[in-house]
């Protein structure tokens, strides 16, 4: 497995590939690689000839206040994981590398951006597309995998793809949850013993509203209020939002119908858990 | 020469003169092609194995009341230009191709799109990135060419180009000029002949600032105001700005040193004419 530090690196790298006549699959992480990363590392690996993950954490979907400093940066184990699971290549760049003295440009999705994790973060989906576009540049992959546990990033990024005539793939695999249900997340890591234990509630909130619509109900309202009085027994959780929104355009809905995604953000002590889950109603 | 009105013809024909080791040019342009375009697809002809021409007038980079409507489209002329000039594929896609139903991603670039046009054209450069990236993702070019008379956009192109990491040159090429001066643009037709006339005072007024500059001149307010005592002699013309800034990074400047940019934006009855010139001062 190669370590790539640069882009003129990953490109010599990837062109070979290429000549070799292989797909390229890219996987882009933050590192603090978990099961839920391996998932996305296996699918590619499965899927394409040559498979780059990229680890950044980057400094530009953090708003002020966010947990940029304190996000987990274990690149040996992170390394370890990637050559285990048959990564061919891992880019870890500095920030340097991915912003130079000052970046002036940006990648902007309009109205997907705006509801659900859009309106308590308010930059960091700028971050996120515009970093993801320099990683499609310099590696230029024919896949790129994302999670469905991060279901707004994905719509946002699969959006930002046709919009801008990206030529690449954007495949999105299922949320890797612990046995009690809890959405993995590098993010977890923060929580104590206690809040680990309460922050079950979470899937438990989205399976009831599983639940209720399997059941008849119709009623947005309905549904959001008794997935909040599961999240309410949470002992100091703040809950930021408990959204039931069209799957595709991430409206707002009153009336469930159709294909819809039930999202979850709840902090919880020093960590913000999302979660959410598809219903075909 | 190819004809081609879809993305996936031009990713076919791209793919194949890669297959065959050529270079790939694309000079991205809105039609209504002159001599000025035509020094651009002559050095993208030598330098390149295959050239690509797109034709587009792109709707987003046109502010409400700017001649998007008006803007001449002269198709069958340009093509026989494109393929006297040795074009090897020509893009003529629709605004639907282009945008689909609905555009949601934007690319922007801060401060170097505030001053100069900018001031007067909102939303302009933010259609010319967003549409060139399209393009850029779309044929995947080695080179793009781009004209000196539009010298902001340039230099915002170029920045997005090194800030998002794209896989590909940017080539300025020098205004071609009319015997008297005039700089090549589709917009001169709009021009009556006596307004045609008054036009080369546009080039008058900039050649007086390499004089004075030559001459020691270094207070730039004093340049400046001897550039719109000529323009003034224009009846009826609207001068948006004469500025004097930075040939890197576009800041307005009051002493003259190092490498500036003279630009001048003039509204001539249905016209609006851009020119400058750069000089080592």
């Known amino acids: 497995m190669e370590l790539a530090r640069t882009i003129e690196a ?15 699959g890219l996987v882009p992480t933050m590192g603090a690689l978990h099961v839920g990363h391996e998932a996305l590392i296996r699918r590619a690996v ?24 304190n996000y987990p940066r274990p690149i040996q184990a992170d390394l370890t994981i990637c050559r285990d699971a048959g990564v061919d290549l891992v880019f870890n760049p500095t920030p340097e590398v991915m912003y130079g003295q000052e970046n002036l440009t940006w990648v902007t999705v309009e109205k ?11 930059v960091h989906f700028r971050g996120v597309t515009t970093v993801c576009t320099k990683l499609f540049n310099i590696v230029l992959p024919d896949v790129a995998y994302f999670g469905q546990k991060d279901a707004q990033q994905a719509i ?24 009690d249900g809890l959405a993995v997340s590098s993010r977890n890591q923060y929580l104590s013993p206690e809040q680990r234990r ?16 399997d059941a008849g109900q119709t009623d947005a309202r309905q549904v959001v ?38 999202a979850v953000a709840v902090k919880l002590g020093p960590a913000r858990l ?3 889950i598809v219903i075909e109603a």
């Open 10 to 24: 990953v490109r010599e790298s990837v062109k070979t590939a290429r000549r070799e006549g292989k797909q390229v």
């Open 46 to 69: 499965d899927e394409c000839g040559f498979v780059v993950v990229s680890i950044f954490v980057n400094p530009t979907q953090f708003g002020p206040g966010e947990d940029f400093e």
């Open 112 to 122: 997907l951006t705006e509801p659900l994790c859009g309106r308590f973060r308010p």
């Open 156 to 179: 946002v990024i699969k959006r930002m793809v046709a919009d801008l005539k990206m030529p690449l793939r954007i495949v999105v695999c299922p949320t890797v949850r612990e046995p």
């Open 198 to 213: 309460q922050a079950t509630k979470i899937y438990k909130a989205l399976q009831k509203s599983r639940e209720l619509v």
């Open 225 to 262: 209020a008794q997935m909040r009085s599961i999240l309410e027994q949470i002992p100091k959780a703040q809950i930021e939002y408990v959204s039931i929104v069209d799957a595709e355009t991430l409206d707002e809905l009153d009336t469930i119908a159709g294909r819809i995604l039930v």
């Open 274 to 276: 999302i979660d959410n």
